[in-house]
């Protein structure tokens, strides 16, 4: 699969380049520095390389979201037309400031974007851990058990195209329906920051859900 990646901050510069060492072709862009890109995109393997983000949805079968919110319009604009695109979004709707969620309770961040790119297929998904774990999690990938990873989102090929990415990269995908449903990631994924950044241990955290049959 060839998928472009909007962000190259820890989350899109860490999913990036584990997206390449699973096989998938990879275009890095959005970022203020051109060389940050290109040391991405050497630094992630021969099948990822940098571009813009027009190259990159011009070019992608799908896309990773993940930018601070506050430079949500402004990576849109310089997107382009992503008519028919899978956003895969794990893009959290914070503050300047990183405290508080701008977006809750009577929506979320993921439908905020579907409503300004609604010829588009969003999934909500990667963003609910921290991005310390991914390695960890990529590394762990044959060994057993897997930590789970939460998506929702309305269009069941797009998220097909989700529950790929997130196996690739180590993950037990778990479908939580609708893209209505990110109403509670987006909070849950604050509770896992707590725990990460301020508990004991260090934030190389992930999650697991396990069903018992009576």
């Known amino acids: 699969m060839r998928v472009g990646i909007l962000g190259s901050g820890l989350m899109g510069g860490k999913l990036g380049t584990l997206f390449t060492r699973a096989g998938h072709e990879v275009i890095f862009s959005y970022s203020r520095h051109r060389k940050k890109l290109d040391d991405l995109a050497r630094s992630a393997g021969r099948k990822a390389r940098a571009g813009t983000p027009a190259d990159a949805v011009r070019e ?27 956003i895969v979004t794990c893009s959290l709707p914070m503050n300047l400031t990183d405290t508080e969620l701008v977006v809750a309770h009577t929506s979320s961040g993921a439908e905020e974007l579907a409503k300004l790119v609604p010829r588009a297929k969003v999934v909500s998904a990667l963003g609910s851990v921290p991005s310390e774990v991914f390695f960890g999690v990529f590394e762990a990938r044959d060994s057993g058990s897997r930590p789970s990873m939460l998506y929702c989102g309305d269009d069941d090929d797009a998220k097909a195209v989700a529950l790929e990415l997130i196996r690739d990269v180590g993950f037990d995908p778990v479908d939580a329906g609708p893209l209505q449903t990110a109403r509670y990631i987006e909070p849950f994924t604050l509770l896992m920051g707590r725990l990460a950044y301020e508990g004991e241990g260090g934030p190389e955290l992930a999650y697991q859900f396990q069903r018992f049959d009576s």
């Open 60 to 86: 992608a079968e799908a896309l990773l979201l993940a930018v601070h919110w506050s430079r949500l319009e402004d990576v849109l604009k310089q997107a382009g037309d992503i008519s028919g695109r899978v």
